[in-house]
Nanobody, 127 residues
Framework: QVQLVESGGGLVQAGGSLRLSCAAS????????MGWFRQAPGKEREFVTA????????YYADSVKGRFTISRDNAKNTVYLQMNSLKPEDTAVYYC????????????????????WGQGTQVTVSS
């Protein structure tokens, strides 16, 4: 089993920054594809970004490209999401997720391909 615990959410003004962290338990963290998803009130969950175990490949939703950066520290079993130039439309609950499979690029954004999920952390961006 793997447990994922997110932290770092909060309230920030538009244009501001936040960094989310996701701490993972389990000895095989290095083999996981790690992703961030978000869900706004009344909307479906959507893909934000993902990173492969080697950290050489990262993927971003078009809506966050150039503003968000995903990274991981395998020694600390932690993945990070640096969010800059935040907009009110970024307001959502952000979830960390892990896949034990080496997902092909076309499935990276598919939440159904992820096996473990965190409890979520609220990000609120005020205008």
């Amino acid at each position: 089993q793997v447990q994922l615990v997110e932290s770092g959410g909060g309230l920030v003004q538009a244009g501001g920054s936040l960094r989310l962290s996701c701490a993972a338990s389990g000895r095989t963290f290095m083999s996981y594809v790690m992703g961030w998803f978000r869900q706004a009130p009344g909307k479906e969950r959507e893909f934000v970004t993902a990173i492969r175990w080697s950290a050489t490949s990262t993927y971003y939703a078009d809506s966050v490209k150039g503003r968000f950066t995903i990274s991981r520290d395998n020694a600390k079993n932690t993945v990070y999401l640096q969010m800059n130039s935040l907009k009110p439309e970024d307001t959502a609950v952000y979830y960390c997720a892990a896949s034990v499979a080496d997902l092909p690029a076309k499935l990276i954004s598919n939440g159904a391909q992820y096996h473990y999920w965190g409890q979520g952390t609220q990000v609120t961006v005020s205008s």
